[in-house]
């Protein structure tokens, strides 16, 4: 079994930042990409930035420039720093990874169970 824990979520006023934390654990041999996505009250659930097992990086466009998605391999855990935060950005932010279990087996997306960012005066 694989697990995916998201922490570091909260209310934050307009123009604050936050650092979300994601870990995996469990049966892995390797972990391909790591990513965050979000999903705001009545809405589909959006990218938000991936990293690849190489550290290159993709981020959606309203993200760029604001939010920074970083990976310590060695951890099995993915960050993600949001700065500038407007109240658009509210949302629960999932992590979701592709991980190999064993070796010589494919690859499965797992998700965390998702945390609230809340920005708000």
């Known amino acids: 079994q694989v697990q995916l824990v998201e922490s570091g979520g909260g209310l934050v006023q307009p123009g604050g930042s936050l650092r979300l934390s994601c870990t995996a654990s469990?049966?892995?041999?390797?972990?391909?990409?790591m990513g965050w996505y979000r999903q705001a009250s009545g809405k589909q659930r959006d990218l938000v930035a991936v990293?690849?097992?190489?550290?290159?990086?993709n981020y959606a466009d309203s993200m760029k420039g604001r939010f920074t998605i970083s990976r310590d391999t060695a951890q099995n855990t993915t960050y993600l720093q949001m700065n500038s935060l407007k109240p658009e950005d509210t949302a629960v932010y999932y992590c979701?990874?592709?991980?190999?279990?064993?070796?010589?087996?494919?690859?499965?997306?797992?998700w965390g169970q998702g945390t609230q960012v809340t920005v708000s005066v």
């Open positions: 979701e990874a592709s991980i190999v279990g064993r070796a010589g087996y494919g690859a499965q997306s797992y």
């Open positions: 469990g049966n892995i041999f390797r972990i391909n990409h």
């Open positions: 990293i690849s097992s190489g550290g290159g990086t």
